[in-house]
């Protein structure tokens, strides 16, 4: 008996530190908590892992910017609403790493100290999780549609394609009225703005969408954008919604070509 409980219990040491090892070596799927360091503040933000993640392979990775009603620091609310929601709905459609930074309360994504957040927990999730600089892609909406198109104007070639969601490149005149902080980083309401971006963007594929009834952002930002950058000979394409108002995000995301489209672009 002794002999049989002396050689039993090193197998059980073995297959316990294997189990163990193994354990380890499984990584964790779906909406996982990070936090990201800049400066002397922590950051709270989430990464959507697909379930079938492997570290043999590089991911397309997609950086979510939210609206402005879910700005704050618990590093949560941002998952409720648009991209995110279209993930819990339909985990299938997104075989993608999402990052989905978390804008501070009272500010926006235009700023330079939120990109630098953005930009922050997209490198660390690239990192961690082996994300394609070559298949990385950029949506929001609302501000956060504002906020694509400020980042991706801000990095040109960063991004293999962007889907601004009910946004647009000039801040109306009466959210300016409301926040004048906000004209520090917003371009001007003049023609040359849309020539500008178009200089700065012509060779990245864009898709927008917007609500034709939007009563929050005027339809008419995406509208004159998408023409300056057809007219530049850019790979734009727009969808706009009839009868549809600021929540435009939820058909968005729902459009079954969508992420066929985006995720068959690269730099």
Known sequence: ??????????????????????????????????????????????????????????????????????????????????LPRAIRETRSRFPTIVVIPQCLTDHWWSEPGMEEVSLGAL???????????????????SMGGYGSWALATQYPGKFAAIVPICGGIVTPQSLLKAFPELAKNSLPDDPKSGDYVAQKIAKTPVWIFHGADDDTVPVEGSRKIYAVLKAAG??????????????????????????????????
């Open 1 to 82: 008996m002794r002999f049989l409980l002396s050689f039993c219990f090193p197998l059980l040491a073995v297959s316990l530190g294997t189990a163990s090892r193994a354990a380890a070596r499984t990584q964790e799927t779906g909406f996982l908590d990070r936090t990201l360091s800049l400066h002397g503040a922590t950051y709270k933000y989430q990464v959507f892992v697909p379930d079938n993640w492997s570290p043999k392979k590089k991911w397309p990775i997609i950086l979510f910017l939210h609206g402005a009603g879910e700005r704050g620091n618990d590093g949560l609310l941002q998952t409720d609403v648009g």
């Open 234 to 267: 850019a790979n734009v394409r727009y969808t706009e919604y009839p009868g549809v108002g600021h929540n435009s995000w939820d058909k968005a995301y729902a459009e079954p070509e969508l992420m066929p489209w985006l995720l068959s672009k690269s730099l």
């Open 123 to 141: 490198a660390a999730a690239t990192k961690e999780f082996k994300g394609d600089p070559k298949r990385t892609y950029l949506t929001g909406l």
